[in-house]
């Protein structure tokens, strides 16, 4: 059989960075292959220059055995190339049958024939053996089948090789095993699958072969067969990773952060958090596991002051906070690792060193009364820089030159520059590589052995699991479940995130 | 100031602009080729007249003087995010305010009633400045929207008040009286003393920019409202203070033109100084100092025209031509960037947003 995909010799040079270091790489038909690397790796670079959006400095990419150009997007989509993005592209008020013939409806004179496309998207699932409700809203939908829509909206366009960008980043571990299996289903009817990834399960689980990235050189190609999942994490990382988090037992002291009876409204203005109680004490990690959009997310806001409470207290040491003020919150003694790092997290036009002192640069020894005292932000920052192992030329270098996992380095650096009471973790590993997991991981156990009371919120079960010592389950905007985390199952507390009972 | 600050103030900064007036003059001057006229001896003659001798030079830095700090008015809200289109606005407000105070209180010593007539001014500007920024902070009105429709409010009230209130005593034109000796600024070395007050202005303003605490706030709630929020800046009343500030600055601008060189409030005395501020202000890519050469050239181009209709038979009009084409040509690399990011990362924040 032919390659459906070869790269040869790829290079990319941008400025200051090598993104692609002559990286070769076959895909052919029926075969999964894993794209694993860090953030930074240069997996979205090569997969850019597979659609002709960058230009390679050096190498040839074939589709099919046909040289591609740069450029030449809509030839790549036409050669059978299809991609599902992480950030999935529906309308979420179209139903399932719109979303997948959007931009090539079937056609009665003027109108879409809804019959048509209703018995193509029906004679698309079966072909893939993908279950879709033709005639259901997007927007209704749980994610993991969106995703499913968004796998058949590429598949329609009889795609023969279908990248996956980081396919389960928003699934729950139940979604996320039914999308192995329509992965491996997919391969079995002939299609190349690239899935681009940094869970190192999902690779052990799936692919084929697998390609590791490293600092935009090819580590190497092995296989599930030939390595595991700590081999895997070396090759990525260049070095051994400790992939359960060391952690002595927690020894708790008094409550440190008290949350009574809270009710909070979401941005449709719709009740979302519905009287939450939660204690998390000095020297614990309390997690909270949850389907994203359960509520989470509004209850770190209103916790750390960016949302209204329609109902309820939060007390930080038996003192209550007041609502909607940041200053007088993070004053009180919370600290936040904000879920979104690029809106609230950065201001991405500033210099690292001003990021670095974003919630303190008005304070001694960053300011003397009204003057800042630069000399003081930029040796600051040197030693963050170095201490947190920040990747950059600079801390003069601006915030958005850097990679994801180093953007979420400076955000925690800052947010735990200082000895806290309180600190709230929202998503703290979200798109960061594996070794830069492994630092923030550290770093939140060493404010949890200081006596911060940290409160970890984190769409990845496995993160709350081995981080936490007692979770805190939430689904439908209640706290369902809490357990000690030496007794928690993985799949009870899945069920628990479902929303099923027992 | 670090590094990444002086890294955007290199090639975009000023090459930018530069090529922005060069191609401005280029249009203009293959217009005038088609009206009949010679584009090399008009431009010759405009900037002869206001640059070519010490007696126009400081006739060009006068009218520098009010358009340095519309301008200034104008790059202060841009740094904190916020389109200012109402300098024209607060800059009547705080000419009339400073007329009022420079005529009626009488028997004050200069060193007294000159600071006083000033603040008048500058109290004015910015309360018109604060009327914006108290509605955009609290009820999120666009900033836009409300200091355009203040421009108007402004002129109608400002008419209204010297025909029927501060009219000068038997006098058929709409015009106070004149300021009182005591109130008037003097002249150093024939510049109007204006001129340098604001130069000391954007001095002071550019370093309470790049040093200072408030500076940062300004800066960060320009660039990322959001993440200055979170970081505990009270975005509110950084958004009033910006445009309080911003506004002071312009009635300051229509006071030292009071003082300096009008004597008195005519509504047709400050015709267009504020909006000429926002030309200068995206001339000067929102840099405190960088805005002193783009008043200067406008302020050039103002005090040449009348000689270059003269001489080169080119209509005064022209000049409002070549900065129309300056502002186009400097705003469309920053809109299409603007666009092209659809974020807040351009040197002047999201003042399109």
Redesign the interface.
Known sequence: MSALLEITGLTKQFPGVLANDNISLTVKAGEVVALLGENGAGKSTLVKAVFGLIKPDKGEIKISGNTMHYGDTAGVIAAGVGMVHQHFQLVPVMSVTENIVLGDEPRKAFFINRKAARAQVIALSERYGLQVDPDAIIEDLPVGMQQRVEILKALRKDVKLLILDEPTAVLTPQEIDELLIVIRTLAKSGVGIVLITHKLHEVMAVADRVLVLRGGKAIGFTSPAQSDEAGLAQMMVGRSVVLRVDKTPAKPGKPALEVVGLQVLDDRKLLSVKGVDLVVHHGEILGVAGVEGNGQRELVEAICG?RHRIAGQVHVDGAETKDLH??AI??GGIS?I?EDRE?????????I??NLV??Q??VEPF?KG???N?SH??TNADDVVAKFDIRTP?A???A?SLSGGNKQKVVVARELSEDLKVLVAAQPTRGVDVGSIEFIHNQLIAARDRGTAVLLVSAELDEILSLSDRVAVMSGGKIVAIVDSKDADRNYIGRLMAGLKE | ?????KKSFDVGTWVIPLIAVIIAMVIAGIMMKFQGADPFRAYKTLFMTSFGSVKGFSATLGKATPLVLAGLAVTIGLRAGLFNIGAQGQLVSGALGTAWAGYTLTGLPAYIHLPIAILFGIFFGGLVGLIAGALKAYRGVHEVITTIMLNSIIMGLSDYLVVYHFREPGQLLTRTREVLPSARLPFVFSLPFGFFIAIALAAVAWWIMA???????FE?VG??K?????????VKRTLMTAMMISGGIAGLGGAVETLGVTYRFEPAFNAGLGFDGITIALLGRAHPLGIIPGAILIGGMRAGASNMQFVAGVATELVDLLMALILFFVTAPLVTRFFKNS???SVTGGWGA
């Open positions: 960016m940041p200053h993070h004053a936040h904000p809106k609230h997290g950065l201001v991405s036009s500033y210099s060193a001003d974003l919630n640069f008005d300011a009204w003057v800042r630069i932000v930029n600079s003069q270098n601006l958005s | 100031m670090t590094q990444s600050k040093n200072t605490t408030s500076g940062f706030r960060t660039r990322n959001f993440a200055a929020w979170y970081a505990g800046i009270s974020g807040s990362k």
